[in-house]
């Protein structure tokens, strides 16, 4: 079985479910039980110290906006890039984390990068599979570029590699040329 895991998946627009229109997912789980990953640019009008009011005793002073992680109730989840407060390393140098320790220290102690989210994207066993092969999702290598870049240009940007990961090959080299203000 291939896995998704660490990977983006972008949204095709064959994809019927309007759940997903125009969504960049990082997958962070993937095996024969079923995936589990986090929609990447999806915001609410909500800010990190609203939601911090409801869930935790102490204020923060934090306009950053809440995400949203997919269609599925869970917790709050962070993604961020600070080794301490990680409970899975998703990629290299980028966790995930969901005890409420280690959100409070990311939304108190602002050091590093880092995003909040609310939901999750969920699939069963071989369904993820199944909506790749029949064309509703795109791959591509997951970053940190992609995980903490803007949200308002990221799945347009995301097609636009994959277009050329597909047409790269294609042209290959005798096409390239050597310097590109010659064109």
Known sequence: MDTFE?????????????????????????????????????????????????????TVDNEDPLHIGGPVAGPLLALHGEAQCGEKEV?????????????TELVTQTRGEYRLYTGYSGWGPGQLESEVEAGGWMTLPASAEFIFGDTDVMWRRAAQAVGEQITRPLVGRAGVPRDPDLN
């Open 6 to 58: 660490g990977r983006l998946l972008i949204a095709s627009p064959r994809l019927p479910d309007p759940n997903f229109r125009y969504s960049v997912v990082l997958i962070i789980h993937h095996n024969e039980s079923g995936a589990f990953g986090l929609i990447l640019n999806r915001i609410t009008e909500n800010r990190v110290y609203e939601v911090w009011k409801m869930v935790a005793s102490e």
């Open 91 to 103: 990629l290299p140098g980028i966790y995930l984390c969901t005890q409420k320790s280690h959100l």
